[in-house]
């Protein structure tokens, strides 16, 4: 495990296998890896604007979550879909796309952050929530964002 500070505060990020399997929203002691140490040099570039896409091996899941994080991580830098547009998209429930936005265990890398409400910003994990949501967006310079 290694922790970054982010312009939201501490982040601290897990792997397994050889993936990022983790990030949470908080800090944290514990052995680093190569890959922490490049995971956490991604999140540092990101932040300050160097780093549109990350180039990591991340741990997706499986099963319907799987597609869910895969469907998000497809959403490029700066653009922004619904819940809608994802449950067409895969052919499910807008609340089961929430739901697995909701249980994304990888935040920022995979960018939940770009998915929105038909009429709301939805919810997001960070402390914080919908602001730091809208500190995201606000980075990436999000289209349509209208706040």
């Given at each position: ?6 312009p939201?505060?501490w982040?601290?990020?897990t ?16 052995e680093?890896?190569?890959l922490?140490t490049e995971?956490?040099a991604?999140i ?29 991580a ?17 052919s ?10 909701g ?6 890398l995979?960018?939940?952050h770009r ?9 997001f ?9 809208v500190?995201?967006?606000r ?6 964002l209208l706040?």
């Amino acid at each position: 495990m290694t922790s970054t500070l982010t312009p939201l505060g501490w982040v601290s990020l897990t792997e397994a296998g050889g993936v990022i399997t983790g990030l949470e929203w908080h800090r944290a002691a514990g052995e680093t890896s190569p890959l922490l140490t490049e995971a956490a040099a991604q999140i540092a570039a990101y932040f300050d604007g160097r780093l549109t896409q990350f180039d990591l091996p991340l741990d997706f899941g499986t099963g319907f979550q799987a597609r869910v994080r895969r469907a998000m991580a497809d959403i490029p830098y700066g653009e922004t879909k619904t819940y809608g547009d994802l449950a067409r998209d895969l052919s499910a429930p807008a609340q089961a796309i929430g739901q697995a936005c909701g249980a994304n265990p990888i935040p920022i890398l995979i960018p939940c952050h770009r998915v929105l409400g038909a009429k709301s910003l939805g919810g997001f994990s960070a402390p914080g929530g919908v602001e730091s949501k809208v500190a995201l967006l606000r980075l990436e310079k999000a289209a349509g964002l209208l706040i």
